[in-house]
């Protein structure tokens, strides 16, 4: 194929001509900024647009009150997709030159977007209405069927659609991300997540050995306590350092990574802490490896709670599969983003990235953005710099949970640029507000929108199109799981049908209060109350 035909035309077409729509409604979600599982007005949004355009919605989809299932059209092919719309708290950053956080009334390490979901959301979200504007123009049936995945940076929604059957109608699905380089993910797909949260509590700390006939009082707020739930959590965190070396061999990029959610709820006086909480997310490329590590934390957890005299509950945040390749599909994406063409950067945008560099004290350069955001990659390149950096076995490589939409049938991931600096030297690294300035401000942001957008729509109109193409990736899948679902080399969703998602922890999130709109973390008070000790790197 070496052009789109009248139909991919259209769906190009239908992105050009909306253009202002999708950057506006891209500087609505980057505004609003907000976290794993309470993204509310995202959400909102999302709905709202696509009830608007025709689409049967349900909110709420998998008990997750910001997810979504948006269904439009009849028939076969049934096309999946999705929108992620979460941000990432302590990234705020405004859509300026110069390090500012976004919001000077909230407290100043609330969300941000990053990589950005706000760019990944709007690209599939306009992807999918410029297939629907040509399927309408042209006659053409099959199904779109869009979700909206929150938490993705816990990897917290998909597998929970996937499991709940959410998927089982796909005969393809088009994951997409924002990145620093244009291509498909070819034979090396995502690896897989694993997030664990543990929970101690003092429960009877009456019980906790004392002397007996000590001619001293030892009772009530004036005596020694239990060690309790606080400790239990720093001894947990101390203690998985130690044995994360008898964990697994350091190779093929696993890794363990936590976070303390509740850390003894304020206790005052000596009274002992109730309730402590650390969460524990570990990336893999293989399930035996995650298998390893569940143990060995279950483990540590058990003995913690033993020096401390706590009860110890765990709980599944999320399970994510490995990824599953799919050749074909790949090659029928790629071949549209060609046809697409790279990302084309304005001047606007170039003097945008300049004024980022006199900032910094470096002298603006005259092509101030690097050649990758501005190609397209080889179709393997993804695979090469895979293969240069680990050992053969590693066939999975990072973690994200798109691969859970990759079980059920045919399904690649496509990757566009945001605007990208141009080094000054190989060793220079930019601060990294600069890249989050830069995926706020329109000029830089709205190309890999437009190139990832006309990607998607031509890709589902070109599956559409051709099905015997679509024929291959069905075989291809098949293969690749021995029989299809079910198949011998099947994974099934590793999450219970039943399984209720995390949406009642207590995640970082903005809060209403007499004192008004904030974050979780009140903001602070006057400058001159805080002396510093030491300034940090």
């Not at 929150?150 to 393809?172: I, L, R, T």
């Not at 969460?279 to 490329?285: S, T, V």
């Amino acid at each position: 194929m070496s052009s789109f035909t009248k139909e991919q035309k259209t769906a190009v077409d239908f992105v050009d001509e909306n253009v202002k729509w999708l950057s506006n409604f891209h500087q609505e979600i980057w505004h609003y900024a907000e976290p794993a599982f309470r993204e509310y007005r995202s959400a909102k949004a999302y709905v709202k647009l696509l009830e608007k355009e025709g689409f049967q919605v349900e909110e709420g989809s998998g008990e997750m009150p910001t997810a979504f299932c948006a269904v439009w059209g009849e028939g076969k092919p049934v096309i999946g997709g999705f929108a992620e719309y979460d941000a990432v708290p302590g990234t705020s950053q405004d859509q300026v030159p110069y390090r500012k956080i976004r919001d000077e009334n909230l407290h100043p390490w609330t969300a941000g977007h990053t990589d950005p979901h706000s760019a990944l959301g709007t690209s599939a979200l306009f992807g999918f209405l410029a297939a629907k504007r040509a399927m309408e123009e042209h006659g053409l049936k099959g199904t779109l069927k869009l979700l909206g995945e929150p938490a993705e940076k816990v990897c917290g929604s998909k597998p929970v659609h996937a499991a709940k059957g959410y998927f089982d109608d796909f005969d393809a699905s088009l994951p997409y991300h924002p990145s620093g380089t244009n291509g498909v993910k070819y034979e090396i797909q995502g690896g897989s997540y694993w997030n664990t949260l543990y929970t101690f509590e003092t429960i009877n700390p009456e019980k906790w050995p004392r002397p007996r006939n000590a001619p001293f009082p030892i009772a009530g707020h004036a005596g020694g306590r239990i060690p309790a739930a606080l400790d239990a959590v720093c001894l947990m965190y101390t203690a998985t350092k130690y044995v994360e070396d008898a964990m697994l061999p350091y190779t093929g990029t696993w890794t363990l990574n936590e976070y303390i959610m509740t850390g003894g709820q304020c206790t005052s006086d000596n009274l002992p802490p109730r309730i402590s909480q650390i969460q524990y997310a570990h990336r893999a490329p293989l399930l035996e490896m995650q298998e390893q590590i569940e143990t060995v934390l279950d483990n540590t957890a058990k003995g913690v709670a033993q020096i401390t005299g706590t009860r110890v509950t765990k709980r599944i945040i999320a399970r994510t599969r490995c990824g599953l390749t799919n050749v074909k599909l790949a090659e029928m994406v790629y071949r549209n983003l060609k046809l697409v063409g790279p990302p084309k950067f304005s001047e606007e945008a170039r003097e945008f990235a300049r004024k980022i560099q006199e900032n910094l004290g470096l002298e603006p350069m005259e092509e101030p953005l690097n050649q990758t955001c501005q190609e397209i990659a080889p179709i393997d390149a993804s695979d090469k710099r895979v293969r240069h950096n680990f050992p053969e076995w590693v066939e999975t490589q990072g973690s994200d949970d798109y691969v859970d939409y990759q079980w059920t049938a045919p399904s690649t991931r496509l990757y566009t640029a945001n605007a990208g600096l141009r080094r000054p030297d190989p060793e220079y690294v930019y601060p990294v507000w600069a890249r989050y300035a830069m995926n706020g401000y329109a000029a830089c942001i709205n190309p890999g929108i437009i190139t990832a957008a006309k990607t998607i729509g031509t890709s589902i109109v070109d599956i559409i199109q051709h099905p015997s193409e679509l024929a291959e990736a069905k075989t291809e899948f098949i293969k690749r799981t021995g029989g299809g679902i079910g198949g011998s080399k099947w994974v099934p969703p590793l999450l219970p049908k039943d399984f209720f998602p995390p949406i009642d922890l207590p995640w970082p999130e903005y809060v209403t209060t007499q004192r008004g709109f904030e974050w979780s973390l009140t903001k602070p008070g006057p400058e001159k109350e805080y002396k510093v000790l030491h300034e940090g790197l």
